[in-house]
């Protein structure tokens, strides 16, 4: 216990070092206006334990101006990134441009993007149902996608980034049992090597809002997600940020204002940091859910999150798993028997304000039926996870239940401690945690058995 305990401060012992060479402002002005410096971004205060690679600075300028009226700015932004890359900066410094089309910019190189103004989206839907991006994962789609090596996005806190989410959130509320009715995400990063991301606020994704799939080393920092609607209808599934077959990511300092996970680590996600984050109304810091496509393997290990306030949202610290059967949950929504492990995950100083379940661990994920998830144990094994200092109040949606930790089987899911748990009841009831197939002797907190 005592050296399980000692193992999981490590990364706080790791002195809070810049790994990543700043590059020098270059303050050139165009039409009255001054490129931003790159900031100088790194992990803190703690890092990964891995290096960041350098970021040589950039020697041209490629200054993009919006033409107005809306209309498409797409086209000039591509023509702009092929002409500036390899060492250029994308200088968008005028107030407002308009997408109207797909961007694919998974080519480039050595590039910045030095965003001033607002980049939004056009709302056409019709259009973007036809000319989005797919994904085999989840059936996902996106507006714009960005690869490459050594790329670098800030917003200098002035830049947004804006989806117009609006239609979207209405129009899924009608449609959301047709399953080629898909909502673009705002950003995927697909198979970036080296990037920071800071300074920017992406607003009203119509879902997900920040994809990084097939990535390593990158650093997301001061960053704003607000996704909220403002009709009746819920601004649905706009995750905050999303890691997928990544390597070595750091999301630090931000803010998220969303209606679904702040964070959620999905598969073959390794050596993640989440630091300083600030989540309101969102469904928690996730690891999964994993295990949804039989007989593929998931893997999520080495992640720390540290120092997080969660307001407002359904789970605070979450893992799911799907179970070892395949089955449809709601239409379009199946999945289970994939296969992999959770291993060494860590959720060190989390303070909650009006959340569902501090802690919340399922191994039945889309599978509500208890004994049925009980007869298939998941195949997605759940091990070494470590949650402590914890506090803060939950919400009375289950009060005084502040917590459940569901596996389908002792033997796939173990190692999983938690101390210095001191989550409240608002009414000041004795809170309790819902546990099953648990070693209980290893969480420190009141357990009620799940029969
Ligand atoms: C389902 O969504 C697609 C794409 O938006 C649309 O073309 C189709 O008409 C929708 N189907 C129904 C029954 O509304
Ligand atoms: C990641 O890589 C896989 C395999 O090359 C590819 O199928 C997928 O489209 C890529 N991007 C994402 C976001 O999954
Ligand atoms: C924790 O995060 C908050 C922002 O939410 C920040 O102000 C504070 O400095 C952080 N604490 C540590 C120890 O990094
Ligand atoms: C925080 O979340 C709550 C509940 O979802 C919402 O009502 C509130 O407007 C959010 N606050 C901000 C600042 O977005
Ligand atoms: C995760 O990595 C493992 C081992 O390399 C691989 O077998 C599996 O297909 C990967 N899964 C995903 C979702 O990429
Ligand atoms: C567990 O993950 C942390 C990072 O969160 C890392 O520092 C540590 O070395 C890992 N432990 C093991 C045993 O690999
Ligand atoms: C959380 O919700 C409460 C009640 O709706 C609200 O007063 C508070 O401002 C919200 N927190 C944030 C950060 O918006
Ligand atoms: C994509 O959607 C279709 C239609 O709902 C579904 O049959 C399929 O399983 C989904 N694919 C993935 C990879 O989730
Ligand atoms: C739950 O699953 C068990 C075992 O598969 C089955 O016998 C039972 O009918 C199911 N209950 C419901 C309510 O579907």
């Not at 996970?261 to 630091?275: A, E, P």
């Amino acid at each position: 216990m005592v050296s399980l305990k000692f193992l999981s401060i490590l990364p706080a012992i790791l002195a809070s070092v810049p790994l990543i060479a700043s590059a020098p402002a270059e303050g050139r002005t165009h039409n009255g206006k001054t490129t931003a410096a790159r900031p100088t971004v790194y992990p803190h205060p703690l890092n990964t334990g891995k290096k960041f690679p350098d970021s040589p600075r950039r020697t041209k300028t490629c200054f993009i101006d919006a033409l107005g009226g809306g209309q498409d700015d797409g086209p000039q932004i591509l023509a702009a990134a092929k002409k500036c890359n390899n060492g250029g900066t994308l200088a968008f410094l005028d107030d407002l441009y308009t997408i109207g089309s797909p961007l694919d910019l998974t080519f480039l190189k050595h590039v910045d993007f030095d965003i001033q103004g607002t980049l939004k989206f056009t709302d056409d839907i019709d259009f973007w149902i036809r000319n989005q991006f797919h994904y085999y994962y989840q059936n996902i789609t996106s507006f714009w996608q960005i690869g490459g090596e050594d790329v670098n996005m800030f917003g200098s806190g002035k830049g947004v980034i804006d989806g117009s989410g609006q239609k979207w959130y209405d129009m899924y509320d009608v449609q959301k049992l047709n399953t080629t009715f898909l909502r673009p995400m705002l950003i995927v990063f697909d198979g970036i090597k080296g990037g920071q991301v800071s300074g920017l606020k992406f607003r009203n994704s119509p879902n997900w809002n920040t994809f990084i799939g097939n990535s390593s080393d990158m650093i997301f920092d001061n960053m704003r997600i607000e996704a909220a609607s403002t009709s009746k209808i819920q601004a649905k599934n706009t995750d905050g940020f999303d890691t997928y077959r990544s390597d070595n990511i750091v999301i630090q300092n931000s803010d998220v204002n969303n209606g679904d996970d702040c964070v959620s680590l999905r598969g073959n996600s390794t050596n993640i940091l989440i630091q300083s984050l600030h989540c309101n109304g969102s469904h928690g810091i996730s690891v999964g859910s994993l295990g949804q496509y039989y007989q593929n393997q998931d893997i999520v290990e080495n992640v720390y999150v540290f120092n997080i306030t969660m307001e407002n949202a359904s789970d605070g610290a979450r893992i799911k798993a799907w179970p070892g059967i395949f089955g449809e949950a709601i239409p379009g929504w199946v999945g289970g028997g994939g296969t992999g492990y959770v291993n060494n995950v860590t959720y060190d100083t989390m303070l909650l304000n009006n959340v569902d379940l501090a802690i919340e661990i399922t191994q039945c994920y889309g599978q509500k039926n208890l004994t049925a998830c009980n007869e298939a144990p998941s195949s997605l094994e759940i091990k070494n996870v470590f949650f402590h200092g914890f506090y803060g109040v939950a919400s009375k949606k289950y009060d005084p239940q502040v917590g459940s930790l569901i596996c389908s089987s002792p033997s796939v899911c173990h190692d999983i401690h938690a101390w210095n748990i001191n989550v409240l009841s608002p009414t000041a009831k004795a809170p309790y945690y819902s546990c099953y197939n648990m070693d209980t002797s290893l969480l420190g907190f009141t357990c009620k058995a799940l029969t």
